[in-house]
């Protein structure tokens, strides 16, 4: 099928191109985020974007006297940007108007054979190396210190997928690619539910909605942007150096509007005595919250003089509610 | 404090107005916008913009310019005929649509007040940028 190739050659090659004009490696570097971001590139190109309740449809792309782009409020929010980067591309590559439904996240973007028409692959191809190009991917790995090794653990993978932004099953795919990880390794890795990995990082505590992610936080994730949604969950897991009296302190968490729902300490090392303990501290927000805190681990009696600490900076908005895209609401407010 | 007081308790709801009302609140409500943002634009409080959508209180023309541009429609949206009634597809819509046979109609429904709010938002611009 040469035709499916040089479609896909052309969506891979546009994505790239458009990271390229708007600065998009530069902003992710600079802003210490690990997403990209496809709505403001939308914004970016001129259209129209907005979130509406759509029934079969995740997306369409409406071309006319105003550019436009329609993506559902009723999906999670990793749907809502593979919807948002597909119809990216269908108004980056000039497309004719497209409807698209969820054959979207099925079809695989990287497959020569199928029958999905040109622009429709364009588009897939467009959309998957939009959200994951190969220089991101590799920038996630270093910042988190992960192996290739490692991500053929679904739970590396799954924290992976938070930190991209991008389905479970749709970073599996995305990291054979990038051959992180082999065929084989993937296709044992999309066998596993992403529900069953929640679940392990959440011991005992049993979330009200399985739809919500359970991020797992260290100390790499000093100073990045956490990206989710309203009720996330976050495992906060730390050395506590309890020893020489260091505790890691919470309450800054919760004065932000978050709940903690579990506090446990784990023996790193049972047979030192006065050694270091991990702390896990399991934190569930509570509403759609943005801004940072500081956790600080310090002696009670010297609060002031932290051994260590950790910035934690989140934005938990998503998904989308509906109406138009909330900076471009903004937007039109302040200039009424 | 506000016109609508002066002489009258709470005066009933014209039919005229009251077709502002629903098309003021329909095309606040499409765009995201809660009541008390709006309010503030107007610098009117929330219960008096409650008031104008339930067709009870009187838009003057100035608020309804405001209310426009915010919403992002032009004028004759709201005061012209009845603008869902021809909102049937827009050319480019209606070729997609014939394509995707098995559009539900919520579906339908929502690809028609997009592309309509998409050729009310070309227009809204256009006079803005004329002026």
Redesign the interface.
């Known amino acids: 099928m040469v035709d499916n190739r040089a479609a896909i050659l052309t969506g891979a090659k546009a994505a790239h191109t458009l990271h390229r004009d708007l600065g998009i490696r530069e902003q992710i570097e600079r802003g210490n985020a690990s997403r990209i971001d496809v709505f403001s590139a939308i914004s970016k190109l001129g259209a129209?974007l907005?979130?509406?309740?759509?029934?079969?449809?995740l997306g369409?792309y409406?071309?006319?006297?105003?550019?436009?782009v329609?993506i559902t409020t009723r999906r999670q929010l990793p749907v809502q940007r593979f919807t948002g980067a597909h119809e990216l591309g269908h108004l980056y590559m000039r497309h004719?108007?497209?409807?698209d439904d969820d054959n979207i996240l099925r079809r695989s973007p990287f497959s020569t054979t199928g029958t999905a028409d040109r622009q429709e692959r364009e588009a897939d191809a467009f959309a998957s190396m939009f959200l994951a190009p190969a220089w991101l991917v590799a920038l996630m790995l270093q910042r988190q210190g992960w192996s290739a090794r490692q991500l053929a653990d679904p739970a590396y993978m799954y924290q992976a997928s938070l930190r991209l932004g991008t389905s479970y099953r749709a970073t599996c795919y995305a990291l054979e690619r990038h051959k992180v990880i082999s065929r084989a390794q993937r296709e044992r890795l999309i066998d596993v539910e992403p529900k069953q990995i929640k679940q392990e990082f959440l011991g005992d505590y049993k979330p009200p909605d399985w739809h919500v992610d359970v991020w797992l936080l260290t100390e790499r994730d000093e100073g990045s942007l956490i990206e989710g949604g309203r009720n996330d969950l976050f495992v906060v897991k730390l050395r506590e150096n309890s020893g020489a009296g260091y505790l890691w302190n919470f309450d800054q968490l919760r004065d932000a509007g978050f709940a903690l729902v579990d506090d446990d300490r784990e023996d790193t090392a049972p047979d030192a005595i006065g050694g270091a303990l991990t702390r896990k501290v399991t934190a569930r927000s509570e509403d759609r919250l943005q801004g940072e805190v500081t956790l600080r681990e310090s002696r009670p009696w010297a609060a002031d003089v932290p051994l260590h600490q950790l910035l934690l900076r989140y934005d938990l908005r998503g998904p989308e509610?509906?109406?138009?895209w909330?900076p471009e609401?903004r937007r039109?407010?302040q200039a009424? | 404090m506000t016109n609508d007081r002066v002489g009258f308790s709470q005066p009933p709801a014209e039919p005229d107005r009251q077709v502002l009302g629903e098309r003021l609140k329909e095309a606040r409500?499409?765009?995201?916008?809660k009541q008390d943002?709006v309010a503030k634009?107007l610098a009117i409080p929330r219960s008096a913009l409650s008031n104008i959508e339930a067709g009870t209180r009187k838009v003057d023309a100035i608020e309804l310019a405001?209310l426009a541009?915010?919403y992002?429609r032009p004028l004759a949206w709201f005061t012209g005929e009845d603008p869902n009634a021809t909102t049937e597809f827009?050319k480019?819509?209606a070729?997609?649509?014939r394509?995707?046979a098995?559009?539900?109609?919520?579906?339908r429904q929502?690809?028609a007040?997009?592309?309509d709010?998409?050729?009310s938002?070309?227009k809204a611009?256009a006079t803005s940028d004329g002026r």
């Open positions: 129209t907005m979130f509406q309740p759509l029934d079969k449809l369409a409406l071309p006319s006297e105003e550019l436009g329609l004719e108007p497209s409807l509610s509906p109406g138009m909330e609401l039109v407010l009424a | 409500e499409y765009v995201g916008l943002d634009v405001r541009k915010l992002q827009a480019e819509v070729h997609v649509a394509a995707a098995t559009l539900s109609q919520q579906d929502e690809l007040r997009f592309a709010f998409l050729k938002r070309a611009k």
